[in-house]
């Protein structure tokens, strides 16, 4: 059949085509086409078969799909497993890194004389200047010294309560903005004042949907960057934000990292999922 319409409505049937096709490609349209055609002989002709066999018949098809579905969704899932990949001795840093801040302990007094310490002033990626501090704010030093390197953000997530880190999180900031070498290229941001409420008091560390949603909430704010650049530190804080910060970090391309009590390393874990084929 000769086409006699102005060469534009020819070129408008064609592009309608691609885009239902999804390619420009003859060969390709043809063999969809012939396969569309393929289905639509092979359903008539089954429809037909069936009818014959009564009213009740014409469903098994469809009955007969589920249950194929049903059964390779659960093959599939029998089949793949999270894997924890443990990596320590090449850390690749992160833009954005997500701290659970505890109190600073027996360290607290001894603040103030650092803050004022110009001989540790951007130095934090020394370990004997993260090693004046003994209590649990050295390990939040030893998690961001490990991104120091590309770090552009930090968010804190204090603690709410009467004795929880909320009022500690600006003397944290105080800190970290001393030690920092980048200080003016790297934000940090406590989530009571950036996120607003219901977190402006702090979150409960003890309340493991609360801890759930603001995480949430966080990357629902660091949307333009890329899972990947997000590293979520699980140190701080007791088992709720641990198990928080893991649920989380299950999301593909998503990590979390743990800092040892014992010698201070820097661990981080990526959760993939493996099929158990090379």
Not at 7 to 12: A, G, H, K, L, S
Not at 51 to 78: D, E, H, M, Y
Not at 173 to 189: A, T
């Amino acid at each position: 059949m000769t086409f006699t319409g102005p060469p534009v409505m020819m070129e408008r049937l064609g592009a309608a085509m691609a885009r239902a096709m999804g390619t420009r490609r003859s060969y390709i349209m043809a063999a969809m086409f012939a396969f569309y055609v393929a289905v639509n002989l092979f359903s008539s002709f089954t429809d037909e078969y069936l009818r014959r066999w009564g009213p009740f018949a014409r469903p098994v098809p469809l009955v007969v799909f589920f249950v194929l579905f049903w059964v390779g969704v659960r093959r599939a899932r029998s089949r793949v497993a999270p894997k924890v990949v443990d990596q320590t001795a090449d850390i690749q840093p992160c833009k954005v890194l997500l701290l659970f801040l505890s109190p600073p302990g027996k360290d607290e007094p001894n603040l103030p004389a650092l803050l004022n310490d110009a001989y540790i002033k951007g130095r934090i990626s020394d370990r004997a200047v993260r090693e004046r501090l003994q209590a649990s704010w050295r390990m939040p030093l030893e998690a961001v010294a490990a991104h120091v390197r590309r770090l552009r953000k930090v968010v804190v997530i204090p603690s709410s309560g009467r004795s929880g880190t909320a009022g500690k999180a600006p003397l944290f900031r105080d800190l970290l903005l001393h030690l920092l070498p980048n200080q003016e290229s790297v934000e940090i941001l406590d989530v009571t004042a950036w996120l607003g409420a219901p977190w402006d008091k702090g979150v409960d560390f003890e309340d493991l949907k609360a801890l759930v949603n603001v995480l949430i909430a966080i990357e629902s704010r660091l949307e333009k960057t890329p899972p990947y650049e997000i590293m979520i530190d699980i140190t701080g804080g007791q088992k709720p934000p641990t198990a928080a910060g893991t649920a989380i970090a299950l999301g593909e391309g998503r990590r979390f990292q743990y800092v040892s009590t014992l010698d201070m390393t820097v661990r981080t874990y990526d959760l993939i999922y493996d099929t158990g084929q090379d």
